[in-house]
């Protein structure tokens, strides 16, 4: 559950975080409906997703939606698993085009990251350097934590210049695991 707490802490700002889920728990039928229930995290977070849902257009939804909500009823109670599958549900959302504030909040974030490397990698000061470096340490790390990673490393290309290229932009994490 640690990063859906450090994304709520992060967006708590953001009314869409406040609260949740987006169907009425007495209704809950599934495992992975009463354990949602059961979490105000993950009640959160279902709620934010339904509503990235709606911002999306209705075939690009559908098309994040139904392999996310099947992977999410495979998990069961697990709820590390349903955070999973609800994370990158709002990533493909995200990159699908909703435009939230939560999106505007972690385009912040990596525009953080980005000047903190700048600094880190770029500055003559031992001071300003190890500033820089830790700050976008913590920056990387509230990135993680929100399904973001650094480069795509999932790539599998051969090819070490397109590697290079993007290791530096961060991009929503895959996990294969759930993709089968």
């Known amino acids: 559950m640690k990063a859906t707490a450090v994304l709520l802490l ?5 009314p869409a975080w406040a609260e949740g889920p987006s169907f009425d728990c ?3 039928e599934t495992d992975d409906e009463v354990a949602i229930c059961q979490d105000p995290q993950l009640s959160a977070l279902e709620l934010a997703t339904t509503e990235a849902f709606a911002e999306v257009d209705p075939h690009g939804a559908k098309a994040i939606a ?3 909500l ?3 009823h495979a998990c069961g109670s697990d709820a590390a698993c349903i955070e999973d599958v609800l994370m990158q549900a709002m990533n493909g959302y995200w990159a699908a085009g909703a435009t939230s ?3 505007q909040n972690m385009s912040d974030l990596i525009a953080n990251w980005d000047d903190a490397n700048n600094t880190c990698r ?3 000061d031992a001071t300003e350097v190890s500033e820089g470096c830790l700050a976008r340490d913590l920056a990387a790390i509230k990135l993680h934590d929100i399904g973001l990673c650094e480069g795509n490393y999932l790539l599998d290309d051969p090819n070490f210049a397109i590697a290079t290229i993007l290791r530096e932009h961060w991009v929503p994490c895959v996990y294969r695991e759930l993709q089968e």
């Open 101 to 103: 504030s939560d999106a």
């Open 26 to 28: 007495s209704q809950a």
């Open 70 to 72: 099947k992977a999410r």
């Open 10 to 14: 992060f967006l708590s700002g953001a």
């Open 66 to 68: 139904r392999p996310a």
């Open 122 to 124: 770029g500055s003559t």
